[in-house]
């Protein structure tokens, strides 16, 4: 970040260019919401500055041994990600305008897109959105216009954060959501199925779901589509270099979250929300899409195909609103995934799996570890349940050095004990044995 100083004068000089004072500027925010005062610090210098950010860095915990997952996920990024990204034609804060003018970024979007729909195994793909949360939103309203209903049932082993922010975009809208509560881990068809009428838009599950269990939404996308029901399915990216694809499964619009291909955890953001859907739903889109055509002297050309957002067209039109530099994090993510390519991508993937499925073996075998859920199908994390709280002992761990795992009494009742760990193709098997031996010093 640049550091970019002003004086009391330069502040009037720029006010009065917009031939507004301090108060006119702020004058649209109601009184009552109005700061009563910023307690702000005086100004410090660039070096200051730096000092001080230093001070504040150094309190958070930089030297952990991560096992933490929940949809965030510390894997390996290549050197030449960052390399390739930080070009200055791409490396802009804001997302690109006329970009017909910039050839380069309409392909790398367009590619992309196709990056996703491979990956997915799904017909077309938009330019990205905000995140994975946001992505499933957008795809449960996109399914509400398809099918003009307003039910949507969305399974509890779905990501909880994904569900309250689902539930905080729609609280003023007029839509039956209805969760369902799984079963041993899994999405719970019987309670699925019970709820499923004609009135029912969209049902969405996630796989792996949070607590990393393994599904296969073949038999939910053949009973939705019996009803007029789109099936939305949530994915973990890198697990598809290894598992059954959702548009295998019979998925109707497929979303999940970007992070993973490239980025940074970055505590909370930018991330990246890709979506890819049947071709026959392209037109009730959220986002842009980009295309291949060819100029007037036959060249191959890229255009802005589909573009139903709010920049391009009426506001009460628009399907979405994305106004960072998505497009920069679409980039990121397709650079990964060429630099490893599909055999690389698979082999990412099995090392995850492979190093999951030691660490579970290590603790399971821990005097009072046991496995939470019956099915041992999952994917690179896991559900433990500890003879105490987890977040006591995660605490406890997090003094021995390791980032151990997600408390789920966070989110879910009558898991107080529950302990979910991640392990990434990053992880050791001499850390694993760590976490082992200190898991078991702290019980």
Same mark, same amino acid.
């Given at each position: 970040?640049?550091?970019?100083?002003?004086?009391?004068?330069?502040?009037?000089?720029? $006010?009065?260019?917009?031939?507004?004072?301090?108060?006119? $500027?702020?004058?649209?925010?109601?009184?009552?919401?109005?700061?009563?005062?910023?307690? #702000?610090?005086?100004?410090?210098?660039?070096?200051?500055?730096?000092?001080?950010? @230093?001070?504040?860095?150094?309190?958070?915990?930089?030297?952990?041994?991560?096992?933490?997952?929940?949809?965030?996920?510390?894997?390996?990024?290549?050197?030449? +990600?960052?390399?390739?990204?930080?070009?200055?034609?791409?490396?802009? @804060?804001?997302?690109?305008?006329?970009?017909?003018?910039?050839?380069?970024?309409?392909?790398? =979007?367009?590619?992309?897109?196709?990056?996703?729909?491979?990956?997915?195994?799904?017909?077309?793909?938009?330019?990205?959105? &905000?995140?994975?949360?946001?992505?499933?939103?957008?795809?449960?309203?996109?399914?509400?216009?398809?099918?003009?209903?307003?039910?949507?049932?969305?399974?509890?082993?779905? !990501?909880?954060?994904?569900?309250?922010?689902?539930?905080?975009?729609?609280?003023? #809208?007029?839509?039956? #959501?209805?969760?369902?509560?799984?079963?041993?881990?899994? /999405?719970?068809?019987?309670?699925?199925?019970?709820?499923?009428?004609?009135?029912?838009?969209?049902?969405?599950?996630? !796989?792996? !779901? %949070? %607590?990393?269990?393994?599904?296969? %939404?073949?038999?939910?996308?053949? /009973? @939705?589509?019996?009803?007029?029901?789109?099936?939305?399915?949530?994915? &973990?990216?890198?697990?598809?270099? =290894?598992?059954?694809?959702?548009? /295998?499964?019979?998925?109707?619009?497929?979303?999940?979250?970007?992070?993973? $291909?490239?980025?940074?955890?970055?505590?909370? *953001?930018?991330?990246?929300? %890709?979506?890819?859907?049947?071709?026959?739903? +392209?037109?009730?889109?959220?986002?842009?899409?980009?295309?291949?055509?060819?100029?007037?002297? *036959?060249?191959?050309?890229?255009?802005?195909?589909?573009?139903?957002?709010?920049?391009?067209?009426?506001?009460?039109?628009?399907?979405?609103?994305?106004?960072?530099?998505?497009?920069?994090?679409?980039?990121?993510?397709? +650079? &990964?995934?060429?630099?490893?390519?599909?055999?690389?991508?698979?082999?990412?993937?099995?090392?995850?799996?492979?190093?999951?499925? &030691?660490?579970?073996?290590?603790?399971?075998?821990?005097? *009072?570890?046991?496995?939470?859920?019956?099915?041992?199908?999952?994917? !690179?994390?896991?559900?433990?349940?500890?003879?105490?709280? @987890?977040?006591?002992? =995660?605490?406890?761990?997090?003094?021995?050095?390791?980032?151990?795992?997600?408390? $789920?009494?966070?989110?879910?009742?009558?898991?107080?004990?529950?302990?979910?760990?991640?392990?990434?193709?990053?992880?050791?098997?001499?850390?694993?044995?760590?976490?082992?031996?200190?898991?078991?010093?702290? #019980?």
């Amino acid at each position: 970040m640049e550091f970019i100083p002003h004086t009391e004068q330069q502040q009037q000089e720029m $006010l009065a260019e917009i031939d507004l004072t301090m108060d006119g $500027l702020f004058a649209d925010i109601p009184a009552d919401l109005k700061a009563k005062s910023f307690n #702000l610090p005086a100004g410090l210098s660039e070096m200051e500055a730096r000092n001080r950010l @230093a001070e504040l860095a150094g309190k958070n915990s930089i030297d952990l041994t991560l096992f933490l997952g929940g949809g965030f996920y510390d894997h390996f990024i290549p050197s030449a +990600v960052y390399s390739i990204i930080s070009r200055s034609e791409f490396y802009t @804060a804001y997302t690109p305008y006329q970009p017909e003018l910039s050839q380069g970024t309409l392909q790398a =979007i367009y590619e992309y897109q196709s990056a996703i729909c491979r990956l997915t195994d799904m017909e077309v793909s938009n330019a990205s959105l &905000y995140d994975g949360g946001t992505a499933m939103y957008e795809a449960m309203m996109m399914a509400l216009r398809i099918t003009g209903r307003n039910k949507v049932i969305i399974d509890d082993s779905v !990501n909880p954060i994904y569900r309250v922010m689902i539930h905080s975009y729609t609280r003023n #809208l007029q839509i039956d #959501l209805d969760e369902t509560h799984c079963t041993d881990g899994l /999405a719970n068809r019987a309670e699925i199925l019970d709820k499923l009428d004609d009135q029912t838009a969209a049902i969405i599950v996630q !796989n792996p !779901n %949070f %607590f990393g269990c393994i599904d296969d %939404f073949t038999d939910l996308a053949k /009973a @939705a589509h019996a009803k007029g029901t789109l099936l939305l399915v949530s994915c &973990y990216p890198i697990s598809l270099g =290894i598992l059954k694809t959702p548009g /295998a499964m019979g998925a109707d619009i497929v979303t999940g979250e970007g992070q993973s $291909l490239g980025m940074p955890m970055s505590f909370g *953001g930018p991330y990246l929300g %890709f979506m890819a859907a049947r071709k026959e739903h +392209v037109r009730k889109m959220p986002g842009r899409v980009v295309g291949e055509t060819t100029d007037r002297e *036959g060249r191959r050309a890229f255009v802005l195909t589909l573009q139903a957002r709010e920049q391009h067209i009426r506001r009460d039109k628009a399907t979405s609103n994305i106004c960072s530099n998505e497009a920069l994090c679409a980039l990121t993510a397709l +650079v &990964y995934l060429s630099l490893l390519g599909k055999e690389g991508l698979k082999e990412t993937a099995q090392r995850c799996a492979d190093k999951a499925s &030691y660490a579970y073996q290590r603790l399971a075998a821990i005097a *009072g570890v046991q496995p939470r859920f019956k099915t041992r199908w999952f994917f !690179n994390e896991f559900v433990v349940d500890l003879p105490r709280e @987890a977040a006591d002992v =995660i605490a406890s761990l997090i003094e021995r050095g390791f980032a151990a795992g997600f408390p $789920l009494s966070r989110y879910y009742e009558g898991m107080e004990n529950s302990m979910l760990i991640c392990v990434t193709e990053k992880r050791t098997k001499q850390e694993i044995g760590m976490l082992a031996e200190a898991l078991e010093s702290v #019980l």
